[in-house]
């Protein structure tokens, strides 16, 4: 890896930030001198067909170099395959007049409308760096040496039977690409390998190969009449700012919004490199759905109203509690009812938890009492599933144990196997909001905040004693985060302990924080890893953790933890902003307005989840008023 950084590198990084958050939206400008002509050219050439009239003046291409760089065009229009063509010759003006040639010539070129910017969009690549690779045994994602595969800056060029084959960097973005085995199994079809078995596939590649190196490029994209400059694949500088984040918050609820059902339910997940909407997770079952993350989409969609105060937000939060409230059932309680939600074919304790969060969000900012009774009995449910020891019981019915029947209590052999990390924070953060808001005696509210702290005191004092082995060196608990900052409001609540552990867990966070300093990337900065040298993994959900440490700071009056965890927030913010997908980044999509307006899970891969667009939206909407 051939990037190191100076003390002054960062010292001007840190400044650049500090200045691209301190107001309005930048706005990238022409990439290169003469790039906006050059684009021009290309597309002239291709309309016309005269390309030995074209080129004759060609601005420098950085790092371009004839003896290395090979060059490509390739197209890319809604609903049609991108179409490409690649060459290396003596000079930059015969490469581009070859490749325009080649393209006209092609049966599908008469499918994209040159003659439209704003459809046909052009992208330029050309190699700038190889690297011979003797041994592709070697090879791999989180090697931190010249042998490290990383998708969307490395590609692949190869033999096989006497024949060239390239896999450009940015095919990574484009392709929806996040290993090196996804990259072997694509190319195992380029080379025609049809083996059933996906591991032989990929064996047969390796094995075929010979000639290896990795490449890496530059590359430019067209977007209307501009030319923007590519990194990973997407448009690089990016806008950044107070305005986008809020901006992109609203685009991604309305992301949401716009592809609700007409039942209440979200679309639960979108593959925009393929169109598809069957979830990868369980491709057996198109219709797959999530209760706990349909909840975690209204709640986004009552953040966007009380930023807003716009109607079809809190009308849609309705249509979507209705839905919830339709997957629930009543058990009897001593005389009193309580409700839970059953989906799948089990009660989670965390569905009732971000349940119970919407339901009271919901109270909270409409003052519509419709759903009260509901958010009553599913509180009294919570409440009884708190044990003696504050241990939760994490389901109440699930098929594989018991016989599907209601577990009134958990045996210990089965606990760990239903651990959850999560539903115990989702439970006390719908518990907190509704001792906060629904309209209870002064006795049941005690009562809730007595059981309450017996279950905070549990999770703080023995669930690290009790399973030591579920707890990874990059913390996971942002709803327990978010639960003690929302109960601190409290004061029989404020046990230093609870907030010492939010401190804890954003500390660790940030310990596992790709930053100026060592980040193998500049667009990992901000993003997390479990072990140093993992690919980037952006997190909404556990930003929305880190930012309750930084309201919980601002809570407790401690000045110097409100200036560190808001600079550690800004840079975390500014990382998920590349994950949104603009309308400028999804150039590759077959589909591009139904794509635009989310964000995705990766930096490369291109799915798309309700929780990857809830958990970010969430986070930008309490963070940016804060900027």
Excluded at 150 to 167: A, K, L
Excluded at 210 to 233: H, M, P, Q, T
Excluded at 298 to 321: F, H, M, N, V
Excluded at 492 to 502: H, L, P
Aim: net charge positive.
């Amino acid at each position: 890896m051939r990037k190191t950084l100076s003390a002054v590198t960062i010292l001007v990084a840190g400044l650049v930030i500090f200045l691209l958050f301190s107001g309005k939206e930048t706005t990238p400008e022409e990439p290169f001198p003469g790039a906006n002509l050059l684009f021009k050219e290309i597309r002239l050439a291709l309309q016309t067909g005269k390309e030995k009239e074209h080129f004759n003046k060609l601005p420098p291409l950085e790092r371009y170099d004839p003896g290395v760089s090979h060059l490509y065009i390739t197209l890319f229009q809604a609903g049609q395959k991108p179409l490409r063509w690649g060459t290396r010759r003596d000079n930059l003006a015969a490469s581009l007049r070859r490749i325009t040639e080649k393209i006209r010539a092609h049966p599908r070129f008469r499918d994209f409308d040159m003659a439209d910017p704003s459809r046909t969009r052009i992208m330029l690549e050309y190699l700038t760096h190889r690297q011979p690779i003797e041994d592709t045994s070697l090879l791999g994602t989180r090697r931190k040496d010249q042998y490290r595969f990383e998708p969307g800056i490395t590609g692949v060029h190869f033999s096989y039977q006497n024949r060239d084959y390239y896999y450009l960097p940015t095919e990574a973005y484009t392709r929806s690409h996040m290993s090196l085995n996804q990259v072997y199994d694509y190319l195992s079809r380029r080379l025609g390998f049809d083996d059933r078995s996906r591991r032989k596939r990929i064996n047969r590649v390796k094995e075929s190969i010979s000639g290896v190196e990795l490449i890496e490029s530059r590359a430019f994209v067209s977007y209307e009449d501009k030319v923007l400059a590519l990194y990973r694949g997407y448009p690089d500088p990016y806008p950044v700012g107070k305005d986008r984040i809020q901006s992109t918050f609203l685009a991604g609820v309305d992301w949401m919004l716009g592809n609700m059902k007409p039942d209440g339910r979200f679309l639960y997940f979108y593959d925009g490199q393929a169109d598809s909407s069957d979830d990868f997770q369980h491709p057996r079952n198109p219709d797959y759905y999530n209760i706990l993350r349909h909840s975690g989409g209204t709640i986004t969609l009552l953040w966007a109203y009380k930023r807003t105060g716009e109607q079809k937000y809190l009308d849609a939060a309705r249509r979507s509690i209705e839905f919830l409230l339709h997957q629930t059932r009543t058990r009897n309680m001593d005389g009193e009812t309580g409700r839970y939600v059953f989906f799948n074919r089990k009660s989670k304790l965390g569905g009732e938890g971000i349940g119970l969060t919407a339901l009271m969000r919901y109270y909270e900012l409409s003052g519509d009492g419709r759903f009260l009774e509901a958010a009553h009995q599913m509180a009294r449910h919570l409440v009884s599933r708190i044990e003696v020891s504050g241990e939760f019981m994490t389901y109440y019915i699930h098929f594989r144990f018991n016989d599907g029947k209601p577990l009134l209590t958990i045996p210990e052999k089965d606990r760990k196997e239903l651990f959850s990390f999560y539903y115990p924070g989702e439970a006390l953060m719908g518990l907190a909001l509704y001792e906060k808001y629904a309209p209870l005696s002064d006795e049941r509210r005690a009562e809730i905040r007595a059981q309450s702290r017996k279950a905070l005191d549990f999770l703080i004092y023995e669930r690290p004693k009790k399973y030591p082995d579920q707890f990874l060196p990059l913390p996971a608990d942002g709803w327990l985060m978010q639960a003690i900052e929302e109960w601190w409001a409290r004061p029989d609540m404020r046990n230093q302990d609870y907030a010492d552990y939010v401190y804890a867990d954003a500390r660790k966070m940030i310990d596992h924080m790709y930053l100026e300093k060592n980040a193998l990337y500049k667009d990992y900065v901000g993003h997390f890893f479990y072990t140093h040298g993992d690919h980037a993994y952006p997190d909404g959900a556990r930003a929305e953790g880190l930012l309750s440490a930084y309201f919980l700071a601002k809570m407790q009056g401690r000045s110097d933890d409100i200036a560190y965890f808001r600079h550690y927030n800004r840079k975390v913010a500014r990382a998920l902003l590349q994950t949104y997908n603009s309308p400028e980044s999804v150039y590759f999509a077959p589909n591009p307005d139904r794509l635009a307006g989310s964000f995705r899970f990766k930096l490369t891969r291109q799915w798309v989840r309700v929780d990857s667009v809830q958990h970010t939206a969430c986070f930008f909407a309490r963070l940016y008023p804060e900027l």
